[in-house]
């Protein structure tokens, strides 16, 4: 019966095992682009700042159906009103009786996509190897 060997080169290997992580790669470098501009909205509403200290970047998840996904905002409560930071940014994205919505959401997405999508596009031409 007949015998070959062959050699794969192991920085090969290497770059397959960061391909089987690249959604989770990827979406971990574009985050902190989201988070920088979702701090500079919430700058100009800030009492205390306890809000935009809040803010954290969760690990990739992936969801039932197979995306993969990452969430920006804040955590907690602020400790001097004791309110929960992801309540206050609620309130000034949708508003309250007496106090008017100040959407921002959409515009921040809009204003940070183009530049994450653009980190995206660089990490993942990094992990594959491809020159630009």
């Keep these: 019966?007949?015998?070959f060997d062959f050699y794969i080169p192991e920085d090969f290997?290497?770059?397959?095992?960061?391909?089987?992580?690249?959604?989770?790669?990827?979406?971990?470098?574009?985050?902190?682009?989201?988070?920088?501009?979702?701090e500079q909205e919430l700058s100009k509403h800030r009492d205390t700042g306890a809000m935009i200290k809040s803010i954290k970047i969760t690990k990739p998840k992936q969801s039932g159906r197979g995306d993969w996904y990452i969430s920006i905002g804040p955590r907690g409560k602020d400790p001097v009103t004791g309110v929960r930071n992801m309540e206050k940014l609620a309130v000034l994205e949708y508003g309250k009786a007496g106090q008017p919505a100040q959407p921002m959401m959409d515009r921040i997405q809009a204003d940070a996509m183009p530049a994450a999508i653009e980190r995206m596009q660089a990490i993942f031409d990094e992990l594959a190897g491809i020159k630009k």
């Design 1 to 3: 019966m007949g015998r």
């Design 13 to 38: 290997l290497h770059s397959l095992g960061k391909m089987s992580e690249i959604e989770e790669i990827i979406l971990e470098g574009a985050a902190p682009i989201l988070k920088e501009r979702l």
